[in-house]
């Protein structure tokens, strides 16, 4: 883990945690996983860890869910220079297993130590970003920002103001979650409609949503 002092640039950043050896997911992992940077991006999608492909090139959403992705970027009507990938854990998560399409191992979802260990990256990967807007996907990395287990059938699509890092947050479903649910579908793509006008928002009027917050808190 770098040290906190001023200031800290994303390449220094990156670089330590490609050593980083604080959890037991260092032990099966190729590499450790993190977005392609972006100055200030409008948005940061979070995910919840790499996958097989992903812990083999080393980018995030290069899988089968990567081409959900695409079509999610058209939907919504953004530019990828306009977004930043990223994962709530930063090393793939894995179970020894004889079917598995990447070496021995199979995915499984990240357990609460290993997010506890890891998070230290996020939050400082936040900071240096600065995103507008952080879309969450699927419910390990809504539970991160909500601080308890939260279920995103709950709370896709309702935008919400995370004061520890001065972002809205936009819950979705995981693009993975449509592979095999296809009945999503139709509330995912509304979901993302939306979101591509909240985003267009934002941007243009962002005094309103400021006014917003300020009712907000007064309420
Ligand atoms: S998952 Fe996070 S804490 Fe664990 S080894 Fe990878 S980067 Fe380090």
């Given at each position: 883990m770098p040290e906190e002092k001023k200031p800290l640039d994303f390449a220094t950043w990156l670089a330590a945690l490609k050593q980083c050896r604080r959890c037991r997911l260092c032990e099966t992992r190729t590499q450790a996983v993190a977005g392609e940077y972006r100055e200030k991006p409008m948005v940061f999608m979070l995910g919840e860890a790499p996958g097989g492909r992903e812990d083999q090139?080393?980018?995030?959403?290069?899988?089968?869910?990567?081409?959900?992705?695409?079509?999610?970027?058209?939907?919504?009507?953004?530019?990828?220079?306009?977004?930043?990938?990223?994962?709530?854990?930063?090393?793939?998560?894995?179970?020894?297993?004889?079917?598995?399409?990447?070496?021995?191992?199979?995915?499984?979802?990240?357990?609460?130590?290993?997010?506890?260990?890891?998070?230290?990256?996020?939050?400082?990967?936040?900071?240096?970003?600065?995103?507008?807007?952080?879309?969450?996907?699927?419910?390990?990395?809504?539970?991160?920002?909500?601080?308890?287990?939260?279920?995103?059938?709950?709370?896709?699509?309702?935008?919400?103001?995370?004061?520890?890092?001065?972002?809205?947050?936009?819950?979705?479903?995981?693009?993975?979650?449509?592979?095999?649910?296809?009945s999503k579908k139709a509330a995912y793509e509304q979901d993302v409609r939306n979101l591509g006008e909240f985003c267009r928002e934002l941007t243009a009027n962002p005094e309103t949503w400021q006014q917003k917050l300020v009712e907000e808190r007064k309420a």
């Open positions: 090139e080393g980018r995030p959403f290069c899988g089968q869910a990567g081409g959900i992705l695409d079509d999610f970027l058209r939907l919504a009507g953004l530019k990828r220079e306009e977004v930043y990938i990223s994962n709530v854990v930063k090393c793939r998560p894995t179970r020894p297993s004889s079917r598995g399409i990447y070496g021995s191992y199979a995915n499984r979802k990240p357990a609460p130590d290993e997010i506890k260990t890891c998070s230290p990256w996020l939050e400082l990967e936040l900071r240096l970003l600065s995103p507008k807007l952080l879309v969450t996907l699927g419910g390990v990395p809504l539970s991160y920002v909500m601080g308890e287990s939260a279920a995103v059938g709950r709370y896709h699509g309702q935008a919400f103001y995370w004061r520890t890092h001065n972002v809205w947050v936009y819950p979705l479903y995981h693009p993975a979650a449509l592979i095999y649910d296809a």
